[in-house]
């Protein structure tokens, strides 16, 4: 790329408010640059939108889930100028305590680590998928990607490969074994399709009435039931349709804390609840005698592996189910409309997620 180009960027000043602005992209000894093909819009992105994530310090370019070309060369860049790569949101140092334990956080990188959370003032400036350049940290982590994938499509490989951490990974699902996710956001179905492509016996899926769209997609992509929360009882559709209490249960419900209990409740005794959605800091009552008489094993679970990411790299080549999974595309100008989208504020129905690109 030429020296100190300009990068068109949506830079959210405050909570709600675009700027289309441009930022360049000095020449830098390490680390390099990405020119974006799309990038993703996920629920934490929409959080930080609306002002509700913690400790983001505004302003900042948004967007974690980004899709790029190599623009650079250097020493800290693994590939060719011009190689497709997905970026995983995190950037980390790899070696300290936290990221030998495959935690989200690291020690070396306070206060935020991840792409689309850091303020623009930290130099370059470029971190969100929200823009033509984004800066490509030394500690950056890259997977390569074919050309094959549509650029829309693409970024639901970070979905996905959260999907085969929380599903798969981290309650060690075992071939036969079945599942329950509770929520059929585009995590949701991530989790389903990796469930069932890891060998699941048997995968349910549950949503509330609005997310009869959602619903049916997750019956075309494998599910074994689909379960509308208002309507049914969760745990009675269950005992008619499979006759025993699900092995493991993931909750990726939005901001719902009733499904923490819906979890504990349905999980048989022995079992695995990876809770993956947070509950808006709200305290609820608990008992946790449950766990005990049930002896469950519960897992917060927070962002994708770089195991997730291998697996969804290759899965999102072989796997053309995945490209309805995408269902809105707007390109950067229209950045505050795609973040409304995929809020649910421009409807609901028909929406399974946004991307933006370029
Ligand atoms: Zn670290």
């Given amino acids: 790329m030429e020296r100190g180009i300009k ?9 709600k408010h675009f ?7 000095q020449p830098v000894d390490r680390g390099g ?51 497709r790569v997905v970026v995983e949101p995190r950037i980390r140092c790899g070696v300290c305590h936290r990221c030998k334990q495959s935690l989200a956080t690291c020690v070396r990188r306070r206060p935020s680590n991840s792409y689309g959370f850091i303020p623009s003032i930290e130099p370059p400036g470029l971190w969100g998928g929200l823009a033509e350049y984004l800066f490509i940290d030394p500690d950056a982590r890259l997977h390569p990607l074919t050309d094959d994938v549509p650029a829309e499509v693409s970024t639901f490989v970070h979905p996905l490969a959260a999907g085969h951490t929380w599903a798969v990974e981290l309650p060690e699902l075992k ?21 069932k492509a890891a060998g699941a016996g048997w995968v ?5 009435a609005h997310d009869r769209d959602r619903l049916e997609l997750a019956k075309r992509l494998g599910a074994d039931l689909t379960i509308n929360v208002e309507k049914e009882d969760v745990g009675g559709a269950i005992a008619e349709a499979v006759g025993r209490r699900p092995d493991i249960i993931v909750d990726v419900t939005s901001d719902d804390p009733e499904a923490v209990f819906t979890a504990l409740d349905l999980v048989r005794s022995g079992g695995r609840v990876i809770l993956a959605s947070t509950k808006g800091n709200r305290a609820f009552h608990f008992l946790s005698d449950v766990l005990v008489a049930k002896q469950l094993t519960i897992r917060g679970a927070m962002g994708a592996s770089s195991v997730g990411y291998q697996w969804a790299t290759r899965q999102i ?39 933006v690109t370029f």
């Fill in 7 to 15: 990068a068109r960027a949506m830079m959210l000043v405050e909570p």
């Fill in 19 to 25: 700027t289309l602005t441009e930022l360049p992209t």
């Fill in 33 to 83: 640059w990405l020119a974006v093909e799309a990038t993703g819009i996920s629920g934490a992105d929409i959080q930080v939108w609306k002002g509700e994530a913690r400790d983001v310090v505004y302003p900042l370019v948004p967007g974690h889930e980004v899709v790029g070309r190599i623009a650079t060369e250097g020493p800290t860049i693994p590939f060719p100028i011009g190689t």
């Fill in 175 to 195: 071939t036969g074994e079945n599942v329950l996710i509770l929520g059929p956001g585009p995590r949701g179905l991530a989790c389903l399709i990796a469930a």
């Fill in 204 to 208: 349910g899926v549950t949503g509330l």
């Fill in 317 to 355: 080549e072989i796997d053309p189910r995945i490209d309805d999974l995408v269902s809105h595309q707007f390109p950067l100008s229209e950045a505050s409309r795609a973040l409304q989208a995929a809020a649910g504020l421009l409807g609901r129905e028909e929406l399974i997620s946004v991307a």
